[in-house]
């Protein structure tokens, strides 16, 4: 375990690589792979082992193909702080070149394969782990093939699983396939593989040809359907499973009584039939009709149609799909490309499809026998940074484009078109997980004065664009996408590493349990007066997790989000579209809004500190979960008193609640709100709908309001409550939320929304008293006094029944 060689590589005066130090031994098994444009291209396999990252070069990548044996050398050791390091290693330094993250994540050991510990499986050279990445998934063996010296050679193994592939794979998913490729992929081609589709390039313009039919050219997703026994796999051009986003296909495809591979594009149309993209983002939550449009035919009933020509191919469509409603055959004109053209244009499509009548389908390759013709050019860049909106530093007023060139990064432009004020927002809120900094451009960008955020080039746009400018800038660049697709984890997550630690203040992305969680500007003060950061926060509820989780687990939460801190302005926010692949949503109509809304779950810690990091100071659960959204787990009693009335007589009242509840014989949990008031809980059991607990409560506090007429009241408008302390049952509402349990809040010093002991009601309590600093040892100490919170039996009937006799 030593870091001399790293050192001795590295000159750190003219490197950004990270010097670091020997880290104590964890538990932690964390992973990268690295992209290394260096002299030659390869990528760097890296293992936390024994306080260091264990390296070896793979000259052609990994491979999720179990024929595939991957040369792997051994490198020098490298330190942690590796594990998150990208960028260029100038000329003249050793590795120089660009360098990006592939892909990361965790490993464990395959104790189906040896029980050896992992420092003897590298001392002895066979080493047998499950990976849990984005895009390396399950198990995998490392054999050194040469003896142990400065330059080991090992291969890199993948073992036969559910993730495993049979066709080809290449990390350089835009590199053509050879032809050699392509006939070894033929031979294995099946319903289940992922497979790269066939792409088009690009012409400037229209023409006729005889030789060509002309389709449509749909803007939506490309998706490869494989359908085998009725069984479908939904597959985007990257791998990703479609299968839940697009239900209504999956379910239509699955009346499909042939083993046949479909490859075509789902578009949402307007009523005139027009693909709209922009509504297909947000689908479910859009209006239109979702069709597929299936343009070719990879595969039917055992045999491969790849060496058929297009118009046989296209010939035999209808046979299959001609009994569907969503999926719809993708018609074509021969040779008359002009007139398909100019209608296309004038109805509003982007362009046509041009197509070799007699062309083969070429697996992965871009090819010029498809071209697309459309009215204006497209490219994919990568997104480098954003500046400020002139109306709200909370908005995004234009990407930072870049694209790489011989392995640099170069600018190619603003975008500032293609928003509608509540995406600009929405990208706000992305892009603030990858901001860092400095610019990753080599040279100062022109920016005419606007206030710039860098962020790490990970993420990908298409822009359409007008033309080049001679300095190569793209001019009247339109925003058309964010090319977020990232390959779910189908893996079992209680098999993940737990990770959970002390997170540090220079850390730009943490892993939690498994899942990496982007973090920013853990620095910015979030409560002035007592100099307290987002780091705190952050710090707060990684440690408080294991108490808060288990009252959000499958709870829609309304963000309340503080990004600049509890003096500057905030903003609700229910509804989210750009997130990690890992992170669960559930979409619940909105009759206000007379659309779906996308609502977080907050499932588990790195979702938390996900939302910590959007800076929701104050997290705000439903009171119902997914399974049972009418159906509340618990009533709220909110007494709200006037500001600076005496505690005390909030005390009072909780005190007359708390002995109508046992004397109905009722469960009931107490905390202060963190800022005037106290909260008291009653256990529903998810029987009672959100109406009958909302009139259960006020019933109580109409009770409660009879005993104490000059000290409470029901009234709503604060105007006519008349100093009085407001007995709110309305927060008994769908939809409607309340500071969680543990929850900090947006005040002064930051307090915490706490639960106490009903024998803690005294003198001495405030409801600020639990400040966000030091709480950890309270819970630590008496334990979550909310527990039982959900375990707990209620009978409405048979209390309403007793609550009748006593009145009586």
């Known amino acids: 375990m030593s870091l001399k060689k790293y050192y001795e590589k590295r000159d750190f005066k003219n490197t950004p690589e990270p010097k670091g130090v020997l880290q104590p031994i964890s538990q932690n098994q964390r992973f990268v792979i690295q992209r290394h444009a260096a002299s030659r291209l390869h990528y760097d396999l890296r293992l936390e082992i024994n306080g260091t990252l264990k390296s070896w070069a793979i000259p052609k990548g990994p491979s999720m193909n179990p024929n595939d044996k991957r040369l792997a050398v051994r490198t020098e050791d490298h330190p942690l702080e590796y594990l998150t390091f990208y960028g260029t290693i100038p000329k003249g330094n050793y590795g120089a070149g660009n360098m990006i993250i592939w892909d990361t994540g965790t490993f464990e050991l395959d104790i189906t394969e040896t029980d050896k510990p992992l420092s003897e499986q590298l001392a002895i050279g066979n080493i047998k782990l499950k990976f849990y990445g984005k895009k390396i998934v399950g198990r995998f063996a490392l054999v050194r093939t040469s003896a142990k010296n400065d330059t080991e050679q090992w291969l890199l193994l993948k073992k036969k699983d559910n993730f495993a592939i049979s066709t080809f794979y290449d990390a350089e ?67 990703i499973n479609y299968n839940s986003k697009f239900s209504q296909l ?17 578009v949402l149309v307007d009523k005139s039939g027009v693909s709209k993209f922009a509504e297909l983002q947000n689908y479910p939550n859009s209006k239109g009709e979702l069709r597929y449009y299936v343009f070719d035919m990879l595969f039917l009933n055992g045999h491969s149609m790849l060496d058929l020509k297009l118009i046989e191919r296209k010939s035999l469509i209808q046979d299959v799909i001609g009994h569907l409603n969503i999926v719809q055959y993708c018609d074509h004109v021969e040779g008359m490309g002009t007139a398909l053209y100019e209608k296309a244009i004038e109805v509003g499509m982007e362009g046509v499809m041009a197509k070799e009548k007699s062309s083969n389908y070429v697996v992965g390759s871009r090819t010029e026998k498809w071209l697309k013709v459309k009215t204006t050019q497209s490219t994919d860049a990568i997104i480098c940074g954003y500046t400020e909106s002139t109306n709200s530093p909370e908005l995004v007023g234009s990407l930072i484009l870049g694209q790489y060139e011989n392995n640099t990064l170069k600018y190619i432009g603003n975008c500032g078109s293609g928003f509608t004020d509540k995406s600009r927002r929405e990208l706000q809120m992305l892009l603030s997980n990858y901001e860092v900094s400095t610019s990753v451009f080599d040279k100062k960008i022109p920016l005419k004065g606007r206030k ?106 309304n963000l309340h989000r503080h990004p600049n801190g509890i003096d500057q302005e905030s903003f609700y926010q229910k509804d989210n579209e750009y997130l990690p692949d890992w992170f669960e949503t559930i979409s619940i109509y909105s009759k206000s809004s007379e659309r779906e809304i996308n609502y977080l779950l907050c499932q588990n810690t790195a979702s938390l500190i996900y939302m910590a990091n959007l800076g929701c100071i104050e997290i705000n659960p439903w009171s119902s979960r997914k399974l049972s959204l009418d159906y509340p787990d618990y009533g709220i009693i909110d007494l709200d008193p006037p500001n600076n009335m005496n505690f005390e007589k909030v005390i009072l009242v909780a005190k007359v609640f708390h002995q109508i509840l046992i004397d109905l014989n009722i469960d009931s949990f107490c905390k202060v709100s963190g800022s005037k008031g106290i909260h008291i809980y009653l256990p529903m059991g998810r029987t009672y709908t959100y109406e009958e607990v909302r009139n259960f409560i006020k019933l109580l506090c109409h009770l409660v309001e009879e005993r104490l007429p000059e000290l409470t009241t029901l009234e709503r408008t604060i105007s006519k409550r008349k100093g009085k302390i407001y007995l709110d049952y309305l927060q008994n509402r769908r939809g409607h939320t309340i500071a969680s349990v543990h929850s900090v809040r947006p005040i002064m010093k930051a307090p915490v929304s706490a639960p106490v002991h009903w024998d803690e009601l005294d003198g001495d309590l405030n409801p600020r008293k639990f400040l966000m600093k030091g709480y950890i040892k309270r819970l630590e100490k008496i334990g979550d006094l909310f527990n039982g919170l959900s375990a707990s039996d209620f009978d409405m009937a048979l209390t309403l029944n007793k609550l009748d006799t006593t009145l009586n």
């Open 173 to 239: 998913t835009l590199v053509p396939l050879s032809e050699t490729k392509t006939k070894k992929f033929k031979t294995q081609l099946k319903p289940g593989s992922i497979i790269q589709p066939m792409l088009a390039s690009t012409s400037k313009e229209i023409f006729n040809d005889p030789n060509y039919i002309y389709e449509l050219k749909w803007d939506g997703y490309r998706v490869i359907s494989h359908i085998t026994n009725t069984k479908v796999l939904l597959q985007s051009r990257n791998g």
């Open 452 to 557: 710039a955020h860098w962020t790490q080039p990970i993420l990908e746009c298409e822009v359409t664009f007008s033309e080049r400018t001679k300095n190569d800038l793209l001019r009247n660049p339109v925003l058309k996408r964010i090319k977020s697709e990232i390959p779910e984890l189908n893996s079992d997550p209680n098999t993940l590493v737990v990770q959970k630690k002390k997170i540090s203040p220079s850390k730009d992305i943490i892993t939690i349990d498994g899942l990496t969680v982007p973090i920013s500007n853990l620095d910015k003060i979030y409560w002035s007066e007592s100099n307290l950061t987002k780091y705190d926060l952050i710090d707060y509820y990684l440690n408080v997790s294991e108490y808060i989780l288990p009252h959000l687990i499958d709870r829609p939460q």
């Open 250 to 266: 999956y379910d239509e495809l699955s009346t499909i009584e042939h083993d046949v591979i479909l490859d075509g594009e789902v």
